[in-house]
């Protein structure tokens, strides 16, 4: 009787884990568009909303802005993303750290710069502070260009 309980409870367990990790995945996703979609709006309260004040955000071209300057390029559309778009997404959890990789395609529009094209691939590393997932880490390496 006692080893059924206990492999009951084990069952039991492993489904809340996997299910819990199920969950993370869709949370992390979810802020991934959220981060999208405020990069592409420059607006500076819901950037700050998905970052943590340690971030680390790494361009393809070699400069690294931290929390502040990655807020405000976007704000002040220094930095101006038309459009955004993501493929090839894919969330692997490990404890309280998601690692977030997928292709950017993207049209700029950046002060002072004529119109462009993007295409990079991204690495994203979000921690979990509470319930929350906040982007921690950014890198950008140039990628092949959108056939």
């Known amino acids: 009787m006692i080893k059924k309980l206990i492999l009951a409870s084990g069952f039991l367990m492993v489904l809340t884990v996997s299910g819990q990790k ?7 996703t979810d802020a991934a568009e959220k981060l999208r979609l405020a990069m592409i709006s420059g607006e500076k309260s819901a950037l700050e909303s998905l970052i943590l004040p340690e971030l680390t955000y790494g361009h393809s071209g070699g400069h690294v802005d931290d929390a502040k300057e990655f807020v405000d390029k976007l704000a002040s559309k220094k930095s101006d993303f038309l459009t955004i778009d993501i ?9 309280t750290t998601a690692i977030v990789r997928h292709h950017l395609y993207a049209t700029t529009a950046d002060m002072g710069k004529a119109p462009g094209d993007v295409t990079l691939d991204i690495l994203l590393v979000w921690a ?5 997932w906040k982007l921690l880490a950014r890198q950008a390496v140039k990628a092949e260009k959108k056939k």
């Open 128 to 132: 979990k502070v509470k319930n929350d």
């Open 87 to 95: 493929t090839s997404q894919t969330v692997n959890i490990v404890g």
């Open 22 to 28: 199920k969950n993370d995945i869709q949370t992390v």
